[in-house]
């Protein structure tokens, strides 16, 4: 499973380089945060931080496909075949790769001899999961949730219903 994960993140970042629309790089960069978040969460046993990677990831996207489609609202969106047709190809050959020969990809067949999850083992890194919300942290955890809280409030206010919104229309 973590091979084809990998495989497809690589064809994923050699077709990101093809794209010439926005939307289509957005696209493909969303799909490969997805594919980052799931190697994040098998690699550590826990998909609390892949999750808040993914969740990041998504806001910066949202205000990126905004942006995108207040500039480029009309352009024409086109796939070409060859390409198309040459990536299903690489990523078969690949794929075929991995299951025939027993030393490509090691790093990711191997993974669970790596030291990053020997460390997951010690009770030590699941207790630093529960301190984001005790005591010594909580103070500054309830202070960023008000702000964010305030910020809403105020971009609200500011973007009033009655006024219609920031960018004019011609």
């Known amino acids: 499973m973590n091979q084809i994960i990998f495989i497809t993140s690589i064809m994923i970042a050699m077709n990101f380089i ?33 999750y ?3 969740l990041v990831m998504i806001g910066g996207m949202l205000i990126l496909f905004i942006y ?10 086109n796939l070409s075949i060859n390409n198309f047709i040459i990536t299903m190809f690489i990523f078969m050959l690949m794929l075929m790769m991995s299951y025939f020969y027993d030393n490509f990809l090691f790093l990711i067949k191997n993974f669970e001899m790596t030291s990053i999850n020997s460390l997951m083992i010690n009770d ?8 984001l919300y005790n005591n010594p942290t909580m103070n500054i955890t309830m202070m960023v949730i008000n702000y ?4 809403l409030i105020i971009v609200v206010k500011i973007t009033d219903i ?9």
């Open 52 to 54: 808040i990677l993914f």
């Open 68 to 77: 995108m489609t207040s500039l480029a609202s009309n352009e024409l969106f």
């Open 18 to 50: 093809l794209m010439t629309h926005p939307l289509s790089m957005g696209l493909m960069l969303l799909i490969q945060t997805i594919l980052v978040s799931l190697l994040c969460g098998m690699m550590y046993y826990t998909y609390w931080f892949s």
């Open 124 to 131: 030590e890194n699941a207790y630093n999961l529960i301190k």
């Open 148 to 151: 964010l809280l305030l910020t």
């Open 162 to 170: 009655s006024y219609g919104p920031l960018r004019q229309k011609n």
